[in-house]
């Protein structure tokens, strides 16, 4: 019912207004998972692919609210909100995990091509030699288990030290994880500073 929907509307907004981020994010983050989860139970299926994107992108706002989960998710504690969401991103990751096995592992970002001769190039910070990036290769495209393909390309942002960005080819459902990027990976006898220690 309308009156019904705006209780409820007004209850989400009223919720959003006090919350700490972390709490914030942590409800978004299992919104869109559940969203995923109950649109491939919805479509009696496991294969986001077998999906129909059209009639789900067109459901209706009662039909969201349904599969996001919304009404349940606000009265939960972080504790639970927590175990939830480390739930359903880790079955995502198992999958991809298991693709990246099949295929033995692939890194998709191209090597860059430098304009500058190579006794220089060591002696530059990392930083630095991302400036001296003349040609931007795009990387090589990775199929998802989902369906859909990435690829690490030139950044269409306009800023002097943007570099790769990861496109997106194909239909991806609300709550995917896509992939994830560990950032620097330190061995443990070394530390911050690049010290070894034993």
Request: proline content about 15%.
């Given at each position: 019912t309308p009156s019904r929907r705006m209780a409820l509307l007004r209850k989400v907004v009223d919720y959003?207004?006090?919350p700490s981020q972390k709490d914030t994010d942590l409800t978004l983050m299992l919104m869109?998972?559940?969203h995923r989860k109950n649109l491939l139970k919805k479509y009696d299926t496991s294969d986001p692919k077998l999906v129909d994107y059209e009639s789900a992108t067109s459901d209706s706002a009662q039909e969201i609210q349904k599969l996001t989960g919304i009404e349940e998710i606000l009265s939960w504690k972080n504790s639970k909100?927590?175990?939830a969401v480390?739930?359903?991103i880790d079955e995502q990751v198992?999958?991809?995990m298991e693709e990246v096995a099949k295929i033995g592992g692939l890194n998709p970002y191209?090597?860059?091509?430098?304009?500058t001769n190579a006794e220089k190039l060591n002696l530059l910070t990392e930083k630095e030699k991302r400036k001296l990036?003349?040609?931007?290769?795009?990387?090589?495209?990775?199929?998802?288990?989902d369906g859909f393909k990435l690829q690490a390309r030139k950044s269409n942002?306009?800023?002097?030290?943007s570099g790769y960005g990861v496109f997106i080819d194909g239909k991806i459902l609300p709550g995917t994880v896509i992939g994830f990027y560990p950032g620097t990976v330190y061995h443990p006898k070394v530390n911050l500073y690049g010290i070894k220690t034993d």
């Open positions: 959003f207004k006090t869109y998972l559940n909100k927590t175990s480390t739930q359903l198992f999958v991809l191209p090597k860059p091509q430098y304009q990036i003349d040609i931007f290769n795009p990387g090589v495209p990775i199929t998802h288990p942002i306009d800023h002097p030290e």
